[in-house]
């Protein structure tokens, strides 16, 4: 553990970046396993996101990579 004083590059390192999901990819993954359609609400905690973009969710939704309902998101029969 570094000392109060040392100064510590907490930057993703370039292999670690690489192996983090888009938030597209995150949202699609979480939509896809979800048991039900789920609520805005309820994206933040499934998606790992602070809060989901919701310009992302609209852009999936006009992409027909998911679909938006009175409850909630859900995914395409064809991304099945």
């Known amino acids: 553990m570094p000392s109060p004083s040392e100064i510590v590059d907490r930057r993703p390192q370039p292999e670690q970046a690489t192996q983090q999901r888009s938030v597209d990819e995150r ?15 309820d994206q933040r905690a499934l998606c790992g996101c602070a809060v989901p973009p ?26 099945l």
Do not use: E, W
């Open 27 to 41: 949202i699609t993954a979480a939509v896809a396993q979800a048991a039900h359609p789920q609520p805005f609400a």
């Open 54 to 79: 919701f310009y992302r969710l609209a852009a999936m939704t006009a992409a027909d990579r998911i679909v938006k309902s009175a409850d909630g998101y859900h995914p395409t029969l064809t991304s």
